[in-house]
């Protein structure tokens, strides 16, 4: 059984930083993608960004792009997002999932709450 926990969310004002992690348990994390998504209240679940095995390779949501950063340190089994900028439509929570690939995931987190004040 394949444990994801989230960590790092928390209150923040519009233009500032967080740094959301996730910790894998197993011992093949290094053979999965990795990805952050998120669900405001009242909105459906979306994709935020996703890592390759490598972490070579980066995806992100074009809301995002450019302020958000995914990372991975498969020594630690770990993945992180560290969030710039902020604004308060980022307010939501953040939940990590284990991929098949970029567009499958079949393990998820229990969510991290992530507030953005104006």
């Known amino acids: 059984q394949v444990q994801l926990v989230e960590s790092g969310g928390g209150l923040v004002q519009a233009g500032g930083s967080l740094r959301l992690s996730c910790a894998a348990s197993g011992r093949t994390f290094s053979s999965y993608v990795m990805g952050w998504f998120r669900q405001a209240p009242g909105k459906e679940r979306e994709f935020v960004a996703a890592i390759s095995r490598s972490g070579g390779v980066t995806y992100y949501a074009d809301s995002v792009k450019g302020r958000f950063t995914i990372s991975r340190d498969n020594a630690k089994n770990t993945v992180y997002l560290q969030m710039n900028s902020l604004k308060p439509e980022d307010t939501a929570v953040y939940y990590c999932?284990?991929?098949?690939?970029?567009?499958?995931?079949?393990?998820w987190g229990q969510g991290t709450q992530v507030t953005v004040s104006s």
């Open positions: 999932a284990r991929g098949i690939s970029a567009k499958e995931y079949d393990y």
